[in-house]
């Protein structure tokens, strides 16, 4: 074996190793939070085990493991955001209904400009 398959292999080792303990340490986050009654997500399971979210998204038996539980022990998947009350709702709209009035009133602004100079262009035109 040479020195550079040598060195592949060790980083290849290292890497298994590395993997082991990641999994491990979700594994062992996601039951403790289970117990805690805490709520179970990526998210939450990323920052009680130390490993990046990447890595849980990365392999799919952990994100479907943590989907299974979250919503074993909540009953429901749990939404990162809330939905949008009555209230929030009809802000929204008012605030898109002033803005269609206010581009509306842009338009008729710009066809006027561009009729405007259309007829400078027509009467240029028709003096050369």
């Known amino acids: ?6 060195q592949l ?9 590395k993997t082991t303990a990641a999994r491990a340490a979700v594994q062992f986050s996601l039951n403790q ?11 939450s399971v990323s920052r009680a085990s130390g490993v990046s979210r990447g890595f849980i998204y990365a392999h799919s038996d952990l994100r479907q493991i943590i989907a299974e539980e979250g919503y074993r022990t909540k009953g429901t998947v749990r939404r990162s ?14 605030t898109a209904l002033d803005t269609i009035q206010v581009l509306k009133v842009e338009k008729k602004e710009l066809e006027r400009r561009i009729e405007n100079l259309t007829a400078q262009l027509i009467d240029q035109s028709s003096g050369s």
């Open 81 to 94: 955001t809330p939905l949008p009350n009555t209230d929030s709702l009809t802000a929204r709209l008012a």
């Open 9 to 17: 292999a060790n980083l290849q080792r290292a890497n298994e190793r």
């Open 33 to 43: 939070l289970v117990r805690e009654g805490k709520r179970v997500n990526v998210n």
């Open 1 to 6: 074996m040479t020195a550079h398959e040598q």
